[in-house]
């Protein structure tokens, strides 16, 4: 049986308790429901047992493609017996192109009518460090040199705070406009990453390093209790030759640790610096079950053809902006 939650405080205690990752809490939903998204949010049970749930996002496509519903790093609790309850509801709901899933784990059994997704929305290759390890542990994983730039950038003087106000927040953004144009990645509009601070509430984790009264360098995380995910991160000129984002990372890893987080992912891998960076801190990459599709409409088969190229023109179109 399907039950559709409307309640913040009941949708957050059963994500949370069931080891849910943050992008399953209420908040995320509130995100991306102010960014052309719809948001619902249902727990399957077995008898009066609640076994899981999914905070599906739907997103309409032109037509004749109607809609995407999306379930990002879900479901939880149960999570393969909950993915065999959504295809009949969400047909019967929403009548979408298909249904895509990331479960938060590293295998995942789907049936017959699902299929490997080529259009994945997060990466599933990915740092994923296991908080239940103890600190020495932890660092005996880590690369010789990063264990080396986590004590220069201490000594040189980096103090991390946690970043709570809207001002000390602009200053994180002006640190990734400049992260960005390093890197040649797009981001958001300043708005976004301040309706992710509003809702999230105490989700919403971002830590400074400040040299002096300096911010040279922030990651931005979302919490659960079972997973701490990095959303955003970035430095300035100083913050680079500080080394002071080894610190940072270090000092956001012993913070989820010490709050009972169990897992902490830093967002995926690609072959380029910051993955490089990344991989200095556990000896092995983490590569979770990816996405699944379960088709809903004929028109799906034309949709995943469209779809790169669909990305590759919106992607030049906001370069040509610049």
Not at 93 to 109: K, M, V
Not at 117 to 146: F, H, V, Y
Request: aromatic fraction near 10%.
């Amino acid at each position: 049986m399907i039950d559709v939650i409307s309640d913040e405080k009941t949708w957050n205690e059963h994500v949370l308790s069931m080891d849910g990752h943050p992008l399953q809490l209420w908040g995320w939903g509130a995100v991306k429901s102010a960014y052309n998204w719809k948001t619902e949010r249902i727990l399957v049970r077995n008898g009066n047992e609640v076994i899981g749930g999914a905070q599906l996002l739907i997103r309409p496509l032109p037509a004749p493609f109607r809609a995407l519903v999306y379930v990002p790093r879900g479901p939880f609790g149960a999570s393969e017996t909950v993915a065999k309850e959504l295809p009949a509801y969400i047909k019967r709901t929403w009548h979408p192109t298909h249904l895509c899933i990331e479960p938060n784990s590293e295998s995942f059994t789907v049936g017959k009518k699902w299929r490997k997704s080529p259009n994945s929305i997060l990466l599933a290759r990915t740092i994923a460090l296991d908080l239940t390890l103890s600190e020495e542990q932890l660092l005996a994983g880590m690369a010789k040199k990063t264990r080396q730039y986590i004590r220069k950038s201490a000594n040189e003087g980096v103090n991390i705070q946690r970043v709570t106000s809207p001002e000390a927040i602009e200053e994180c953004l002006a640190i990734y406009k400049q992260t960005a144009e390093r890197a040649g990645f797009d981001i958001h509009d300043d708005e976004y990453y301040h309706t992710i601070r509003r809702q999230m509430g105490e989700a919403s984790v971002v830590f400074g390093a400040y040299k002096g009264q300096e911010l040279v360098a922030f990651v931005w995380l979302v919490v659960s209790q079972h997973t701490a995910f990095e959303l955003y991160g970035g430095m300035n000129d100083e913050g680079q030759k500080l080394r002071a984002n080894y610190s940072l990372k270090w000092h956001a890893i012993r913070k989820c640790r010490e709050w009972g987080v169990g897992a902490y992912d830093m967002n995926g891998l690609l072959n380029d610096g910051i993955s490089t960076f990344k991989q200095g801190f556990a000896e092995q990459e983490t590569v979770l079950a990816g996405a699944y599709d379960y088709p809903l409409s004929p028109v799906y088969y034309v949709w995943t053809t469209l779809l790169p190229s669909i990305k590759n023109l919106v992607r030049m179109a906001k370069r040509s902006k610049r």
